[in-house]
């Protein structure tokens, strides 16, 4: 059974920061591409930040210079680390397995809530 379980997120004050994981189970992590979404109220969901299955990574460009995006193949985790956070960072968090051959192998966990707010 394939699990992507996220946690970390919370409530922080503007200018401060995050750091959201997300543990996989079931997959062979080393084979997929990890991605960070996020959804906030009343938006679709946005792809904030994506790592290969090598390594490569890409953001979006709201948060460039603010957030990286990085995976520990051993720990089958990946994780998102989120500085200088602003209101507009406020969504639900979600991370994404997609494998890097086999399209119809993709994967969604539940979320986490990342508030940003004084």
């Known amino acids: 059974q394939v699990q992507l379980v996220e946690s970390g997120g919370g409530l922080v004050q503007p200018g401060g920061s995050l750091k959201v994981s997300c543990v996989t189970s079931?997959?062979?992590?080393?084979?997929?591409?990890m991605g960070w979404y996020r959804q906030a109220p009343g938006k679709q969901r946005e792809l904030v930040a994506r790592i290969a299955s090598g390594g490569n990574t890409n953001y979006v460009g709201s948060v460039k210079g603010r957030f990286t995006i990085s995976r520990n193949n051993a720990k089958n985790t990946a994780y998102l680390q989120m500085n200088n956070l602003s209101r507009e960072d406020t969504a639900v968090y979600y991370c994404?397995?997609?494998?890097?051959?086999?399209?119809?192998?993709?994967?969604w966990g539940q979320g986490t809530q990342v508030t940003v707010s004084s």
């Open positions: 079931g997959i062979d992590f080393s084979m997929y591409d």
């Open positions: 994404n397995a997609h494998h890097r051959y086999i399209s119809r192998y993709d994967y």
